[in-house]
């Protein structure tokens, strides 16, 4: 396999993770404002908090594994951060200010693992 093709097959992953974060972050975001009531279904943004976890990890781990001086590990090194306040999260509460400070914490991470993943290969 090409190095082009090894760099790009991990783009889908943090693709994924991106849109995992930005779905659980908008059902957060309606329910505060009251947009939504999920009331009846509360485990649904906690479900997307566990697809997020698990896809950010897993496009850290096989972006990482791609190898040095790729797309994929510099795309790994710029999410790894966001790591940190997606864990703290479920130790800081769900009521106030923190819980969703905490959780955007993680967005320009999540971004720039995102956009360094789309970026082309290095050519030598």
Do not use: E, Q
């Not at 082009?4 to 693709?15: C, E, G, K, N, T």
């Not at 790729?70 to 800081?92: E, G, Q, S, V």
């Not at 959780?103 to 050519?123: E, K, Q, T």
Request: charged residues 15%; aromatic residues 6%.
């Amino acid at each position: 396999m090409s190095r082009r093709h090894r760099d790009r097959d991990a783009s889908p992953l943090f693709l994924v993770a991106t849109t995992a974060y930005a779905a659980n972050c908008a059902l957060g975001a309606s329910v505060a404002a009251r947009l939504i009531d999920t009331s009846r279904f509360r485990w649904l943004h906690h479900a997307l908090y566990i697809v997020t976890c698990a896809t950010v990890a897993a496009a850290t781990v096989v972006g990482w594994s791609r190898g040095p001086r790729t797309a994929a590990r510099r795309a790994a090194l710029a999410l790894l951060p966001a790591a940190a306040p997606l864990a703290a999260i479920p130790y800081l509460g769900s009521h106030g200010r923190r819980h969703p400070l905490v959780a955007l914490a993680a967005a320009p991470f999540i971004v720039a693992g995102l956009v360094v993943s789309l970026r082309p290969a290095d050519r030598k």
